[in-house]
Structure formats: structure tokens, C-alpha cells
């Protein structure tokens, strides 16, 4: 089956760095990937949806500003959390969808981030 | 604003019983799936039904897909501790949303004790 890859798998960083998060589809081309974020013991909620080359579109409530998503590629997507702050602290889940029109939805392992 | 709800959030159950999740939405969806996810890791995908009234089965997982495409169950036969884990289920295409994205549900968390 497809395979998406995360990367970091986690990391810690302290209050008011940067992060980025790095999303791959290793054996297919994804012109959309979707980031989603995890708080403990709660469901995912979708943060933004990216398509190769535009901008991405964000969810209601979702900071553009504060989360950046770069999706320069077929096959890479970026998300940076910028200024984190310990509410940020979460676990960031990717997945990516093939380009050729199905709608199947391949999740990475998810990147566990603690701001300090 | 979670507008999956799946029922019960949390369940604890003996190795060998029977139980079922279910999960609940005003919105028509196109498709809809239910992920397993291990604590640390992404949701991995189990079935997708899609038809109104479809039934699908993957060995001890009976998957149904409601009549009006609004809801769907997951029953469990003669639960194994390996079952544990945080189901989702999540839709695409609902009428409230957009086309492209997944919605997904409250979650529940399946515990089976051996």
C-alpha cells in the first residue's frame, strides 16, 4: 500500500521557536495533502487541506499566519508552527491522496510536538 | 465542532464478548471509513463503504453503511485483546462539507481485557 512518511517523529522545542514538519508520499504522487492535529484523548480535526503549487486553504480557526504549509512538490509538504507556545503542543498527522483522482487518503505516523 | 458522533466514546469489554460502535451524523456522505489508530501512530484505514445499506466484512469486523449514507456501525465478534485501540470513523463528501475532506468522528476508545 501507499506509504507517507513524517518527519520529525517528535520534538521538543521551547517557547516562541519555529518548527517545521515535513510530510512525504514515498511511492506515489500527491497533488493534495491534508494536515490534521491531535489533542490527547480527542479526535482529528482537519488544520488545512494543501494542493501542489497554490496556497493552502485553511479551516475555520486555523491561524495561517501562525501555521505555515508549503506544498512546493508532488511528493513533500511542509508545516511550520511558527512561535509555538505550549498550546501548540499536539500531534500533527498528515496524509496525502494520489493524483489520479482517488479519494483514498494514506495518514503518516503523525509527529508528536511538546513546546516547553 | 464534532459533527460525527460515534457512541460509546469508551468501552471496556472481556476477551470473547461481542459490541458495536456506532457512528451518527445529520450530513449525507458520499463514502464513509473507519481507521483503527495505535497510541503515537496515524489512523490506519480498515474498510470504506460507500453504497446505502452496504455490509462488509474483514474477518471479525462487520462494517454497515446506513440506509440514508447518514450512519454506519462497526460490530466486533469475539473481541481480542489485539483489537484495543481508538476507532474513527470519518466521511467524505458529506452535504455540509466539502467535497474533498474527511470529517471525522468523536472516536472511541475499545479496550479488551483478556
Known amino acids: 500500500g501507499a506509504v507517507v512518511s513524517q518527519h520529525p517523529s517528535r520534538v521538543i522545542c521551547k517557547s516562541g521557536t519555529s518548527v517545521k514538519i515535513e510530510c512525504r508520499s514515498l511511492?506515489?504522487?500527491?497533488?493534495?495533502m491534508f494536515w490534521y492535529r491531535q489533542f490527547p484523548k480527542q479526535s482529528l480535526m482537519l488544520m488545512a487541506t494543501?494542493?501542489?503549487?497554490?496556497?493552502?486553504?485553511?479551516e475555520q480557526g486555523v491561524e495561517k499566519d501562525k501555521f505555515l504549509i508549503n506544498h512546493a512538490s508532488l511528493t513533500l509538504s511542509t508545516l511550520t508552527v511558527t512561535s509555538a507556545h505550549p498550546e501548540d503542543s499536539s500531534f500533527y498527522i498528515c496524509?496525502?491522496?494520489?493524483?489520479?483522482?482517488?479519494?483514498?487518503?494514506?495518514f503518516g505516523p503523525g509527529t508528536r510536538l511538546l513546546v516547553l | 465542532t464534532q459533527l460525527l458522533e460515534q457512541s460509546p466514546q469508551f468501552l471496556s469489554i472481556q476477551e470473547g464478548e461481542n459490541l458495536t460502535v456506532y457512528c451518527n451524523s445529520s450530513?449525507?456522505?458520499?463514502?464513509l471509513q473507519w481507521y483503527r489508530q495505535e497510541p503515537g501512530e496515524g489512523p490506519v484505514l480498515l474498510v470504506t463503504?460507500?453504497?446505502?445499506?452496504e455490509v462488509k466484512k474483514l474477518k471479525r469486523l462487520t462494517f454497515q453503511f446506513g440506509d440514508a449514507r447518514k450512519d454506519s456501525s462497526l460490530h466486533i465478534t469475539a473481541a481480542q485483546p489485539g483489537d484495543t485501540g481508538l476507532y474513527l470513523c470519518?466521511?467524505?463528501?458529506?452535504?455540509?462539507?466539502?467535497?474533498?475532506?474527511?470529517?471525522f468522528g468523536t472516536g472511541t476508545r475499545l479496550t479488551i481485557i483478556p
Open positions: 496524509s496525502a491522496r494520489e493524483g489520479t483522482g482517488g479519494k483514498t487518503q494514506y
Open positions: 511511492d506515489f504522487q500527491a497533488t493534495t
Open positions: 494543501s494542493n501542489e503549487g497554490s496556497k493552502a486553504t485553511y
Open positions: 450530513s449525507v456522505f458520499s463514502s
Open positions: 463503504v460507500v453504497t446505502g445499506g
Open positions: 470519518a466521511g467524505l463528501g458529506g452535504s455540509n462539507f466539502g467535497n474533498e475532506k474527511l470529517t
